[in-house]
């Protein structure tokens, strides 16, 4: 799934069926089918498609991650998605997901525990192709990715074969024009009616992009289906979506979609002190003032050879609430082997910074090598209550020094 990284760290991942309502809203066909979040919902759902003539039905696991097909659970069930023919063979496959963990290739060994499935009708699929709408930050506007290649990693494919890939860029102020959708529609091989028809599928894709303030909607596979009656439509069979944060507050309804339980409970604490907290899979923890200076705090771990715990940016006017917030929470992580802060004080008040950390050390009666780099607004007055503290601290002059430091202490 392709990535806006420079909004990684503000945007909110929805489920698949979440991202289909939204889609529909705009006039983007999707499969008929329901949520679930119990056995017998489930069911439910899978007896009124049957009721209502399909022949075969879906099954689908809801995790924030990619590769359910071929996940497996930890309870040897294989697939986070599967086939059924009958109300019965759907139940249990439903019974076999619910409340059991899937491991996939993007959840990492731990897995993502199943609390929610998505049962929805079966097409027969003639063609797959692949379809985002994201922000190309070089161009700084948006722009529609497609590909024929649709249905397999689009890693793979603009790796192996990019001329495969088609890139529409969108002015803002007018939206995706009919001619661009047409013009998409034509280079995925669609003819005859089917154009027009995936044209406007592709203007109601860029509307869910830009109406729900977005930064990614992706459709993977988007598919070429035949219907009972032997007529052609393109739709959308899965989806996938992130909403910008910072615009949340013009989006109630899909604020309220948010799913707790796919998210980090240190992120979620860090939220409630508006703090941008990312936990990673390394045992330096970093605690920075600013995302791009943060940025260059991971980088620099790295160049020296450690690897960083997570992403933590205090922002520029931090309170000494906030900062020892964001100290309980780096502890919080039993990865931790070292702690590194890189403060640069512009707005920011560097005392603040060392009266948090202060406060925070003795509290948790700290144990862990703690590095510790300010320069900037106060600084002296900051490493004046640092050196008064009591605290065994180590000290650096430079970025650069503070990461060597910090994974030097590490090991």
């Known amino acids: 799934m392709p990535q806006d990284r420079g909004s990684d760290f503000l945007s909110m991942n929805l489920h698949e069926y979440q991202a289909k309502e939204l889609m529909r809203r705009h006039g983007v066909p999707v499969p008929a089918g329901e949520p679930a979040t119990s056995v017998e919902e489930a069911k439910a759902a899978i007896e009124k498609l049957f009721g209502e003539g399909h022949q075969r039905v879906v099954v689908k696991s809801q995790i924030h991650a990619g590769g359910r097909g071929k996940g497996t659970f930890k309870n040897g069930f294989q697939g986070g998605v599967h086939l059924a023919d009958s109300v019965e063979d759907a139940t249990a496959k439903a019974e076999a997901m619910f409340g059991n963990v899937l491991v996939t290739k993007q959840t990492g060994e731990e897995g993502k525990q199943v609390n929610r499935l998505l049962i929805t009708s079966c097409q027969e699929i003639k063609s797959e192709f692949y379809c985002a709408v994201l922000l190309d930050r070089a161009l700084g506007k948006p722009i529609i990715m497609a590909s024929s290649e649709g249905g397999v990693d689009i890693e793979e494919v603009a790796e192996a074969t990019p001329e495969k890939i088609i890139k529409e860029t969108v002015d803002p102020d007018l939206g995706l024009q009919a001619y661009q959708g047409r013009k998409i529609a034509i280079a995925l091989g669609l003819r005859g009616k089917l154009i027009g028809q995936c044209g406007r599928l592709m203007q109601g894709l860029y509307a869910t992009w830009a109406g729900c303030d977005a930064s990614m909607v992706e459709v993977n596979p988007l598919a070429l289906i035949e219907n009972e009656d032997g007529t052609e439509a393109v739709v ?131 144990k862990l090598p703690l590095v510790v780099r300010l320069e900037g607004n106060n600084v002296e007055a900051g490493r004046q209550t640092l050196a008064e503290s009591g605290l065994a601290l180590i000290t650096a002059s430079s970025l650069a020094e503070a990461a060597q430091k910090s994974v030097e202490a590490a090991k």
């Open 236 to 366: 959308a069979l899965d989806a996938k979506m992130s909403i910008d944060t910072n615009a949340m507050f013009r989006h109630a309804d899909i604020a309220e979609m948010r799913d707790l339980t796919e998210e980090d409970p240190l992120e979620i604490e860090a939220g409630k002190f508006d703090l941008n907290y990312i936990k990673l899979d390394g045992n330096i923890a970093c605690l920075v003032n600013g995302a791009g200076l943060a940025m260059s705090t991971m980088d620099a771990i790295k160049h020296y050879g450690g690897d960083p715990a997570n992403f933590l940016d205090v922002g520029g006017g931090a309170t000494q609430e906030q900062v020892k917030a964001a100290f309980e929470i780096i502890l919080s992580d039993p990865s931790v082997e070292a702690i590194l802060i890189n403060i640069f004080g512009g707005i920011m008040n560097c005392n603040t910074i060392a009266e948090g950390v202060v406060a925070a050390a003795k509290e948790t009666d700290l």
